[in-house]
């Protein structure tokens, strides 16, 4: 939710539409994540000036009132900052005054945009109206522009105030989550950016290699810790460990071989995929960070005192992913794309990490807490959403490969009831941005009380990479769509890998181990073989379900996961209400529902409850049910009798990975009927980065 794009060049020579393009295509590269209203900030003509331009909808609307300014386009900049803004309403509905960038005042002497929320602005609001200041917007942001100019007012005249000064100082009477970006015409050519619970990177473009590959952490004289060990980061055992903290008065790596500054173009964004086009060298901030750009350097300081960011530096990593990946190419939309991505995404899960001949799965980001892992006294899955489904399709593997005892919890429940935790729980977080708020102040609960903490996320130095104790990258490439389609399946596999190796100490699971691992390998071309049956599920979609009103999925086992996935996907894009039933509850309310015009799709491919859900089946046509079934290719019991959509059959725990592509699929075709939009729907985000 909320997207935040910012563009910086020092020594580039720009002209002003150069400029207002990229700030405006880095906002349309974060289109995903839901908005409602887009607005950006960037120099005037002259040097206290700043233009603010905002407008509700989408970034093509923004660019048309742009357009329609009497401004100078051709204006030429050396050195620039500007600063863009996706907005998802949070406080106050959508409209031009409550859209970003907010300003301090009239004058524009501050100017902001604000990825999360602020607990606390009411009380910031009240007392800057006692102190004479008055409101435009209904939104949190603004008070915090206010709080800005006021702060400045109040301590400019005693003390030589600096631009990151300022920002500590308003930063430190914030609660809530946040990232910023400050500009002031007080501070030409200079940004302050900082992030507590909400993601935000910068990316750097250079015609030169840089001297070095990270910045270091500035401490004030009085804030400098006595000792200053190297500190290593986890990343999921990445590569890139802490470097010794030096005093310098000027940021190394982006000094030229001469010793002098060098042409430099920064751009600061919530999301990689905005920079990816323009730069692959990134550095992510940590909670707390405070970033300062001006004259070409970046520096980076903290919030608070001593070495509380964990490691003394911030290492400048390198994308892998590439411009085409977030990209639709020939598909109508990216949900589209990503459904058909699947048969790829899967193999980049396991790649690396399945030895298909040895029956062996090894997962890097766990090497040496296996151990811990095994000893546990229970597993509990956090997680929220599709992630939280990924987790209750694998946790019957979990019990039955470890016998470890394992609890499922929504973030959101589980702090909500203050679950005990205890230091021999291992703790699970699943999380496909790897910044879902609910799930990361759960990690944190967690983290207080010494249990062991594992992330499984798809994006590299995400919060939960960076702050769990090991974990598994899914790999599964960007996810643009709202709806996670291939995220699911990967972090399906992901979890399934993990109970693999977890129990390859056990002898006595070694068949039933073999046994997955052949179905892993059977499943890209299973997957690739139900997405060739998409023109019947186009059909059908049509003919029979694009006209009703509601939609029952039922199964149970493994499928109960499925059921709820799917009922989710038709829900959250077609806006068809849908719900997932486990069958064996069927005769406990839900069977009041069936009749002869309410549709149901029942799961029945073949596994140990067949027989059960062949029960739930008779109960379902008794009340004249016509019952949709996904089944396994070749079961004539089912195709000669039933409406059917078939699929292979695979190994029983596995058998989720290939029902829920028809359902997927079912779930778009169902959307484009009904002519919504199926990448964006409404009311929802990409990324919940607010509880």
């Known amino acids: 939710?909320?997207?935040?794009?910012?563009?910086?060049?020092?020594?580039?020579?720009?002209?002003?539409?150069?400029?207002?393009?990229?700030?405006?295509?880095?906002?349309?590269?974060?289109?995903?994540?839901?908005?409602?209203?887009?607005?950006?900030?960037?120099?005037?003509?002259?040097?206290?000036?700043?233009?603010?331009?905002?407008?509700?909808?989408?970034?093509?609307?923004?660019?048309?009132?742009?357009?329609?300014?009497?401004?100078?386009?051709?204006?030429?900049?050396?050195?620039?900052?500007?600063?863009?803004?996706?907005?998802?309403?949070?406080?106050?509905?959508?409209?031009?005054?409550?859209?970003?960038?907010?300003?301090?005042?009239?004058?524009?002497?501050?100017?902001?945009?604000?990825?999360?929320?602020?607990?606390?602005?009411?009380?910031?609001?009240?007392?800057?109206?006692?102190?004479?200041?008055?409101?435009?917007?209904?939104?949190?942001?603004?008070?915090?522009?206010?709080?800005?100019?006021?702060?400045?007012?109040?301590?400019?005249?005693?003390?030589?105030?600096?631009?990151?000064?300022?920002?500590?100082?308003?930063?430190k009477e914030l609660e809530g989550s946040f990232a910023f970006i400050f500009k002031s015409i007080h501070f030409p050519n200079e940004v302050v950016a900082t992030r507590r619970g909400s993601p935000l990177l910068v990316g750097v473009k250079t015609a030169k290699k840089l001297k070095v590959d990270f910045v270091d952490v500035e401490f004030g004289t009085s804030e400098v810790p006595e000792a200053l060990p190297i500190q290593e980061t986890n990343h999921f055992l990445a590569a890139d460990g802490g470097h010794p903290q030096l005093r310098r008065s000027q940021s190394r790596a982006f000094l030229s071989e001469d010793g002098l500054p060098q042409p430099i173009e920064y751009f600061l964004a919530s999301d990689a995929a905005a920079i990816v086009e323009h730069t692959k060298r990134v550095l992510y901030l940590e909670d707390d960070d405070?970033?300062?750009?001006?004259?070409?350097?970046?520096?980076?300081?903290?919030?608070?005192?001593?070495?509380?960011?964990?490691?003394?530096?911030?290492?400048?990593?390198?994308?892998?992913?590439?411009?085409?990946?977030?990209?639709?190419?020939?598909?109508?939309?990216?949900?589209?794309?990503?459904?058909?991505?699947?048969?790829?995404?899967?193999?980049?899960?396991?790649?690396?990490?399945?030895?298909?001949?040895?029956?062996?799965?090894?997962?890097?980001?766990?090497?040496?807490?296996?151990?811990i892992m095994r000893r546990a006294r229970r597993i509990v899955f956090i997680?929220?959403?599709?992630?939280?489904?990924?987790?209750?399709?694998?946790?019957?593997t979990f019990e039955e490969l470890t016998e470890i005892p394992t609890q499922m919890d929504l973030a959101s429940d589980f702090l909500d009831r203050r679950t005990p935790i205890f230091r021999d729980d291992v703790c699970i977080f699943v999380s496909q941005s790897g910044e879902t708020a609910d799930t990361i102040l759960a990690m944190r609960y967690c983290l207080e009380r010494g249990a062991l903490t594992v992330g499984v996320t798809n994006t590299v130095g995400s919060s939960i990479s960076r702050e769990t104790h090991c974990g598994v990258h899914i790999n599964a490439g960007p996810e643009i769509g709202v709806a996670s389609t291939k995220a699911y399946t990967s972090q399906y596999i992901a979890l399934v890998m993990m109970a693999i190796q977890l129990s390859d100490d056990r002898t006595s699971m070694t068949s039933r181990r073999e046994e997955i691992i052949e179905g892993l390998f059977r499943l890209p071309g299973q997957i690739k073989e139900v997405l060739a049956s998409d023109s019947s599920l186009?059909?059908?979609?049509?003919?029979?379900?694009?006209?009703?009103?509601?939609?029952?999925?039922?199964?149970?086992?493994?499928?109960?996961?499925?059921?709820?996935?799917?009922?989710?996907?038709?829900?959250?894009?077609?806006?068809?209400?849908?719900?997932?039933?486990?069958?064996?509850?069927?005769?406990?309310?839900?069977?009041?529902?069936?009749?002869?015009?309410m549709p149901v799709i029942l799961i029945m491919t073949k596994d140990s409850l067949y027989p059960k859900v062949q029960s739930a089946l008779q109960q379902v046509t008794a009340r004249k049910g016509q019952p949709i079934i996904i089944c396994n290719s070749g079961d004539t019991n089912l195709i000669n009798d039933y409406k059917t959509i078939q699929v292979p059959q695979t190994a029983d725990c596995l058998q989720g990975l290939v029902n829920i592509i028809p359902l997927q699929l079912l779930s778009y075709h169902l959307a484009v009927l009904q002519g919504v939009d199926v990448d964006f729907p409404r009311n929802l985000a990409k990324s919940v980065t607010v509880e």
């Open 290 to 371: 405070v970033a300062h750009i001006t004259d070409g350097e970046l520096h980076i300081h903290r919030l608070r005192r001593g070495a509380e960011g964990g490691a003394t530096s911030r290492s400048i990593q390198t994308l892998e992913i590439e411009l085409a990946e977030i990209m639709k190419g020939s598909f109508d939309h990216f949900m589209q794309k990503e459904i058909y991505e699947q048969p790829e995404s899967v193999v980049n899960t396991m790649r690396g990490r399945v030895n298909f001949e040895n029956h062996k799965v090894t997962l890097g980001g766990l090497r040496g807490f296996l151990p």
């Open 1 to 171: 939710m909320c997207g935040i794009f910012g563009y910086l060049n020092y020594l580039v020579e720009r002209d002003r539409r150069f400029i207002l393009d990229t700030l405006s295509n880095g906002l349309a590269r974060l289109e995903y994540r839901g908005y409602d209203s887009a607005g950006l900030a960037v120099d005037g003509d002259k040097e206290d000036e700043i233009y603010v331009y905002k407008q509700v909808g989408k970034v093509a609307a923004l660019k048309k009132l742009i357009n329609e300014q009497s401004c100078d386009f051709t204006n030429t900049f050396i050195s620039h900052c500007g600063m863009a803004h996706t907005r998802w309403a949070t406080h106050g509905q959508p409209s031009q005054l409550n859209s970003h960038p907010h300003r301090s005042d009239a004058k524009n002497e501050f100017v902001i945009v604000h990825n999360g929320i602020i607990t606390n602005y009411k009380e910031i609001k009240t007392l800057l109206e006692k102190k004479g200041f008055t409101f435009e917007s209904d939104t949190d942001t603004e008070c915090v522009a206010k709080l800005t100019k006021y702060i400045w007012d109040s301590q400019k005249s005693t003390t030589n105030l600096t631009f990151t000064d300022l920002v500590k100082l308003v930063a």
């Open 383 to 396: 997680a929220c959403g599709t992630s939280y489904h990924s987790c209750l399709a694998t946790r019957g």
């Open 538 to 597: 186009q059909q059908l979609a049509a003919q029979t379900l694009s006209r009703e009103k509601s939609l029952l999925i039922m199964g149970r086992g493994y499928q109960n996961a499925t059921c709820l996935e799917g009922a989710l996907k038709i829900k959250e894009i077609s806006y068809m209400h849908s719900e997932g039933i486990l069958a064996g509850e069927l005769k406990h309310g839900p069977l009041a529902l069936v009749d002869e015009n």
